[in-house]
């Protein structure tokens, strides 16, 4: 009797509700990452060119080297300009897939009143919330890092008079562009919340067809006119190369948008390379469908294989402007380049190269996060082919091509537009350099390079890549039984 009048009496245990719920949601945790390895990296890059310049300072023949300071501050400049941006591109893409997934539910919202521009500021707002915390725990790592790093280098016999303090304000600079980048992304990557209509309460996850993108001519007229336009630029940065350095900074530039135009027409030109990549698997059951569901949403597959041609391109650039830049000079000279100069020159690219290998990195990661969306979202498809009589093993086959078809596409589309940007950089920068004066003018236009070992190398990362991104979205793929599939 009792006990029965404690049960009457005691209180209904209310459910607490944790703080940001929406934190927990697939994507999440995986853009807090980009933007954490990003703040850090920028933490990572200031507190080591700071460190080399203490110890250009303390060195009695070249302290006085502005020159040396100028260097070291550009390319920190450029490397931390160059995370920030594949990690942008990144969070758009993931903000995108996200809200593909919260399609029913932003309909619904949309149902009972709530305005397309409310819920789009409510997924900005979490962009910016995202960007704050990653940015926070990168600057925190970045910097621990770093003084791990100072710490190491300090106690070096060649290095003790070097004085050099880790914290300071600088550092809060890649924290704060992070965390504005990652809410710009949020805000980008969200503008499906614009053509969501209520009618779509009734269905799932939707996503554009290859319709609906080709029909986006502004979006795809501007993208074509920023390609052309960067292309155009890069041949007139060769061209100014060949009579100053100044070339450098067109091709840049050039890059810049082409690269740019490249990423928003995707949905495009990502397509036909897929297409073509999907007969070299062969026409089973398990290859047709991979194929197909690579290329029946070109929206979803684009976001996936753009951050991987991101860090492909990028590796592959300062490889190739390394070996072509040694033919330059190699034209320069007369024919044949000096071991002295060659040597410097392989170890800046292993260093450029090593640095850059961050921003794949954080590609990767993107790759990772969206195909592990993409097989939640698509949930009742899987459980239907199981329906259908797939086993468990072809499922997981078919999850494990797909993701294939998008790295091998992703590396080939990488590696092209890698050779041509870094044998542009080499030109443009050296092409005006004459080793010997007294030498008559001839071209240093020459063909571009691609080195045998960093291109293996890449390749095989590749293939690496593929199976870590495929470990997670095949469990999940194959725990989904026909019950649920037909439940949902």
Known sequence: MSAATADVQSPPRRRVTPPLPWLRERGMGASILVAAIS????????????????????????????????????????????????????????????????????????????????????????????????????????????????????????????????????????????????????????????????????????????????????????????????GVLLAVGILTGLFTPLGVVVAFFGGILSFTGLSLCATLVMPPVLRLVGRAFGRSATARLAAENALRYPERSSRMAIGVVMGVTLVTMFAVATDSAKGVLAAAAGGELSPALAAPLDTFAAIMMALVAVSAVIAGVGLVNLLTLGV?????????????????????????????HITIAALGTGLLLGIAYGWAG??????????????????????????????????????????????VPTRIATGVTPVQALAE
């Open 39 to 230: 703040s850090a990296f920028g933490v990572l890059l200031i507190s080591a060119t700071g460190f080399i310049a203490a110890m250009l300072e303390a060195d009695p023949y070249i302290g006085d080297s502005g020159t040396l300071a100028f260097v070291l501050s550009f390319l920190t400049l450029i490397l931390l300009g160059v995370a920030v941006y594949v990690a942008a591109i990144v969070t758009a893409n993931t903000f995108s897939t996200i809200v593909a997934g919260r399609t029913r539910r932003i309909a619904l919202l949309r149902l009972i009143g709530a305005s397309a521009r409310a819920q789009r500021a409510e997924v900005a707002r979490q962009g910016l919330v995202v960007g704050a915390i990653g940015a926070f725990a990168g600057l925190v790592g970045g910097t621990a890092l770093a003084a791990a790093g100072v710490a190491l280098g300090t106690v070096q016999p060649r290095l003790e008079g070097v004085q050099y303090a880790v914290v300071q304000p600088a550092l809060l600079v890649p924290a704060a562009v992070v965390t504005l980048t990652t809410w710009a992304a949020a805000w980008a990557g969200s503008r499906r919340v614009l053509t969501v209509t209520p009618l779509e309460a009734l269905g799932g996850s939707v996503e554009s067809s290859h319709g609906d993108l080709v029909r986006r001519k502004g979006r795809n007229a501007a993208a074509i006119a920023l390609f052309v336009t960067g």
């Open 426 to 471: 080499a030109q443009s920068l050296l092409g005006f350099i004459r080793v010997d004066p007294d030498q008559p003018f001839t071209s240093s236009l020459v063909a571009p390079a691609l080195p045998l070992w960093p291109t293996v190398t890449i390749i095989a990362a590749t293939a690496v890549l593929t199976l870590i991104a495929a470990v």
């Open 376 to 404: 939640i979202q698509r949930r009742r498809e899987l459980g239907l082919l199981r329906a259908l009589g797939l086993s468990g093993g072809q499922v997981r086959r078919v999850v494990l091509l797909e993701a294939a």
